[in-house]
């Protein structure tokens, strides 16, 4: 079975861009979430989407956004770059949590983010 | 207010000895506990899950222990292996509210040959 993919692996935007990342799950997975990582903070909750909705939301501006299509792909976009995004964007899949009692979540190779 | 602690930012062990990596959390609300192995350029992989139910979960050479009176949990690696070398992250979920996963910073470990 195929792993979680994301697109693309590196992304170079300068201040003021916008950006939109892509996430494939892992097949007959529902969830997606969205995670930020940089050396000073370690992994942090961007939001979770489950069956096109979004269920969850981390602490993070508006400027961070996300939606999931039917067949469970997710986008995430970036709008206003600020230097501070720069970081490596990691999505991750997971079973139906709530009917399977599924809590480990599957992880992409992420999205290297470099905002000059 | 960081919820998910790992204090230590590295660890070298010998070949063949015992890993323990350790991890704390403040939030009494959190019930499930995941360990995830990262390499560089690589996503986080899963290793091991213990729910708040259990005090001890083991999957081959890992185990994870949970001392909930403490909030403290460890991941044991025993016999450690070279192929071991990576970061650790522990993370944490209160399956009650959300699939939200709060992550700690990692652990650096070096298994020296």
């Known amino acids: 079975k195929a792993g979680v993919t994301q697109t693309p692996r590196y992304l170079i935007k300068t201040r003021g861009q916008q950006v939109t990342l892509s996430c494939s799950p892992i097949?007959?997975?529902?969830?997606v979430s969205w995670y930020q990582q940089t050396p000073g903070q370690g992994l942090q909750f961007l939001f979770e989407?489950?069956?096109?909705?979004?269920?969850n939301k981390g602490n993070f501006p508006g400027r961070f956004s996300g939606r999931q299509f039917s067949n469970s792909r997710s986008e995430m976009n970036v709008s206003t770059l600020e230097l501070g995004d720069s970081a490596l964007y990691l999505c991750?899949?997971?079973?139906?949590?709530?009917?399977?009692?599924?809590?480990?979540?599957?992880f992409g190779p992420g999205t290297r983010l470099t905002v000059t | 207010d960081q919820q998910v602690k790992q204090n230590s930012p590295s660890l070298s062990v010998q070949e063949g000895r015992i890993s323990i990596l350790n991890c704390d959390y403040t939030?009494?609300?959190?019930?499930?506990f995941l360990w995830y192995k990262k390499y560089p350029a690589e996503g986080p992989t899963f290793l091991i899950s213990?729910?708040?139910?259990?005090d001890k979960n083991e999957d081959g050479r890992f185990t994870v222990f949970l001392n909930k009176s403490a909030k403290h949990l460890s991941l044991h690696i025993v016999p450690s292996q070279p192929g071991d070398s990576a970061v650790y992250f522990c993370?944490?979920?209160?399956?009650?509210?959300?699939?939200?996963?709060?992550f700690g910073k990692g652990i650096t470990l070096s298994v020296r040959p």
């Open positions: 993370a944490a979920s209160d399956t009650g509210a959300n699939s939200k996963l709060t």
């Open positions: 989407y489950f069956s096109e909705t979004q269920r």
């Open positions: 939030n009494s609300m959190f019930d499930y």
């Open positions: 991750a899949s997971s079973l139906d949590i709530v009917r399977d009692l599924s809590y480990e979540q599957y």
């Open positions: 213990i729910s708040s139910i259990k």
């Open positions: 097949s007959g997975h529902r969830s």
